[in-house]
């Protein structure tokens, strides 16, 4: 019985020490190199008295970075990935709830982080990883970890601008991999190419199976997604046959017709999510590649990353929505109304291991989100309110519909910002869009990348949609503006009506 998620890592060296677990175009790290530089920085960590609290991996994407993270769990700490893509004053912002006494750095953000301010340790990579393992210690270490004892801590974005800390741990983690390995049928032939930067949750997609499958993780330079063709020849080069993006940079082929001068001659299985694929995008890849797997993948951070699944094995009308699916064993989805009832239309609310443990330091937005069940009077037992909306369709797979701050009351009518973006992302010439509501003037502003012109979108919708969603604004963008981690950026949008 697993208890602990280094126990993946423990087990593979056995089977394949040699072979490259994470690579990049300039290194690359095997399963004992991993094994062998996480014990050893985990080593000096706990000889200057460090264990159980935040441990902050601050080092530019690379094998490295990864090995890190494993580092920190082998001290008995959580890590806490941050980047110097983030804004100084989120990282600011994120250490005034960490509290962090210890950091893990390398040569390119060891000045970063005491521009930052930081006052505790600093444990340089190169220096770290060669001192001597500790067995004693280690073994100390792991005899008192049990499941429920936090992996990481990764930060999202808070309504408030305070960035949320959310706290995930091993049981969690577990349960997590164990199903969306089966799911998605990872073996010792996969070879991930990582999109997602590493201190977002969505790149757990890629590190943990592979220490689980015994496989490889090729990370792939970020400058690359500015360059679709470019982008393919590297899927191509390194033979990956496996991603797991976020929408935007799989619309990014796709929109640029890129997929119709080559299609990569390796890739067999794509999984998708943060975002709802357009149809029109979604079908070119499939008729791209008719013979690879997609998947579905939806679930929020709290939610330990993933917390449901679809295969979508066809194409699909433009007005056809591609199903969330279905939830990942030992998770139950709830649909719970605006009267804390079950529905087929409502909120989704996670129940099970997936549930993570709440946000760091921080128990008044925990209590707020992590709620008890409401259709539970007897124990207590803790769900977790996603704010997204969702329905359940006649074949009883669950159907996005909005966020919840996404609908709005707008001419005496409820409105779905997520219905007039998928009106609109079925219309010819449309690429993307996002719909944002200007509270204060009333208004609904639509934003869009595509061939048509404003003025006849315009008219188009006009015919599409019931008066009362027909956007006060069209703006035409030459790129929709894009978060870190690769979603629309619609605050930026929203104060850019403002």
């Known amino acids: 019985m697993r208890k602990n998620i280094l126990q993946y890592l423990e087990n593979t060296i056995k089977t394949c020490p040699n072979k490259i677990a994470y690579m990049d175009p300039d290194t690359s790290l095997t399963f004992e190199q991993i094994y062998n530089y996480s014990r050893a920085v985990a080593s000096a960590i706990l000889a200057e008295g460090f264990t159980k609290e935040p441990v902050v991996v601050f080092m530019k994407k690379c094998p490295e970075q990864i090995a890190a993270f494993y580092a920190a769990i082998y001290a008995g700490c959580p890590y806490v990935p941050i980047d110097e893509e983030m804004p100084k004053m989120r990282i600011e912002r994120i250490f005034e709830t960490l509290q962090p006494r210890v950091m893990i750095c390398d040569d390119t953000t060891e000045k970063l982080a005491q521009d930052l301010g930081f006052k505790g340790q600093i444990f340089m990579w190169n220096d770290a990883s060669n001192k001597a393992v500790d067995e004693v210690k280690l073994s100390a270490v792991r005899a008192s970890q049990i499941d429920t004892d936090p992996v990481y801590i990764m930060y999202t974005s808070g309504s408030t601008g305070i960035p949320k800390g959310v706290a995930v741990c091993h049981r969690s983690l577990i349960d997590y991999i164990e199903s969306f390995c089966e799911v998605m049928r990872f073996d010792e032939d996969t070879i991930f190419g990582n999109q997602t930067p590493l201190y977002f949750d969505a790149s757990l997609k890629d590190v943990y199976p592979t220490i689980k499958c015994g496989c490889t993780t090729v990370i792939i330079p970020k400058q690359l997604f500015m360059f679709p063709m470019k982008l393919v020849d590297f899927l191509d080069e390194y033979k990956i046959n496996t991603v797991c993006w976020v929408v935007t940079a799989l619309t990014m082929i796709s929109a640029f017709k890129v997929l119709d001068k080559k299609v ?74 605006e009267e804390d009832k079950l529905s087929d239309e409502g909120e989704i609310c996670i129940r099970g291991t997936a549930v993570s443990l709440g946000y760091y330091n921080d128990f008044g937005r925990t209590s707020e989100n992590f709620v008890q069940n409401p259709l539970n009077k007897l124990y207590p037992e803790i769900i977790y309110r996603t704010g997204d909306l969702a329905k359940r369709r006649e074949d009883g797979l669950l159907e996005f519909v909005s966020r919840k701050d996404y609908q709005i009351k707008h001419m005496g009518h409820r409105v779905e910002l997520g219905e007039i973006e998928a009106n609109v992302n079925a219309q010819k010439g449309v690429i993307n869009s996002c719909a944002v509501y200007l509270r204060e003037k009333d208004r609904i502003e639509l934003y869009y990348t595509g061939d048509i012109d404003e003025k006849s979108l315009g008219d188009l919708l006009k015919e599409s949609l019931p008066r009362y969603m027909v956007p006060t604004k069209i703006t035409k963008l030459d790129a929709m503006p894009l978060t870190n981690n690769g979603k629309i950026d619609r605050k930026l949008l929203t104060a850019k009506g403002e």
Do not use: C, H, S
């Open 264 to 337: 990569p001659a390796y890739l067999k299985l794509i999984g998708f999510g943060g975002e709802v694929f357009p149809v029109k995008q979604f079908n070119r890849w499939k008729k791209a590649l008719p013979e690879a797997r997609f998947i579905n993948l939806y679930g929020p951070t709290e939610g330990t990353g993933v917390a449901m699944w679809y295969e979508a094995d066809r194409e699909f009308a433009d007005d056809e929505k591609i199903p969330l699916g279905q939830a990942f064993d030992n998770v139950e989805i709830l649909l719970i109304d």
